[in-house]
């Protein structure tokens, strides 16, 4: 079990060059997230998808897309990057085996992610 | 929106002293409050969390306390060490929903050896 893995690990863009992180979690959750994370802040979320196919905006989307067309796979692409989406980016999810349980999200080692 | 607010945003003790983090959220539907330790240039890791249901919480060093009438819980470190080191994040989340995590700011704390 390799748990939640997120690749690349770094990358470096340029403003306005377009790239996808890839989200991939081997434990079959139905729930995953994508959030961020800048420096002293806490992570906020970006997207998040309660079940393949699916797709709904967090508090801070704009100028990100995601796609959930396998069940273990959440992407998350930016279409033509700023130089604002600097950031440390992590996947989680979690799975929805229980109505009502609240369960500990599994992390990602994220990606870091800057933009000239 | 949920909205959880963390302090204080440093902490610097003596090792062998106790550590308090205080976090208070504004959604009164939230019903589960983890919290994650995050060292430099790593994942955050749940280190502890507890529901809506239990007003306090131990796992040897550590403990959380939550008051849901105040909105308002806790993360109690007894007996620092130099290894606690780290930045604390306290979240909150509803059960049903979306379930997504909305962060505090975070404490840095550091344990003076």
């Known amino acids: 079990n390799a748990g939640v893995t997120q690749t690349p690990k770094f990358r470096v863009l340029k403003t306005g060059q377009s790239m996808t992180l890839l989200c991939a979690q081997d434990?079959?959750?139905?729930?995953m997230y994508w959030y961020r994370q800048d420096p002293g802040m806490g992570l906020r979320l970006i997207h998040y998808s309660v079940g393949e196919g699916t797709t709904a905006k967090g508090e801070v989307p704009d100028g990100y897309n995601v796609s959930r067309l396998k069940k273990q796979n959440f992407l998350l692409g930016l279409e033509s990057a700023a130089p604002s989406q600097t950031s440390v980016y992590f996947c989680?999810?979690?799975?929805?085996?229980?109505?009502?349980?609240?369960?500990?999200?599994?992390f990602g080692d994220g990606t870091r992610l800057s933009i000239l | 929106g949920e909205n959880v607010e963390q302090h204080p945003s440093t902490l610097s003790v003596q090792e062998g002293d106790s550590a308090v983090i205080k976090c208070t959220y504004s959604d009164s539907a939230s019903n589960y409050f983890p919290w994650y330790k995050q060292e430099l240039g790593k994942r955050p890791q749940l280190i502890i969390d507890?529901?809506?249901?239990?007003g306090e919480k131990k796992d040897q060093r550590i403990a959380v306390t939550l008051n849901k009438t105040a909105k308002h819980f806790s993360l109690h470190i007894t007996e620092t060490q130099p290894e606690d080191s780290a930045v604390y994040f306290c979240?909150?989340?509803?059960?049903?929903?979306?379930?997504?995590?909305?962060f505090g700011s975070g404490t840095r704390l550091q344990v003076q050896p």
């Open positions: 507890i529901r809506s249901n239990v």
């Open positions: 989680a999810s979690i799975k929805a085996e229980f109505v009502g349980e609240n369960q500990p999200q599994h």
């Open positions: 979240a909150a989340s509803r059960r049903t929903g979306r379930r997504a995590l909305t």
């Open positions: 434990m079959n959750h139905e729930y």
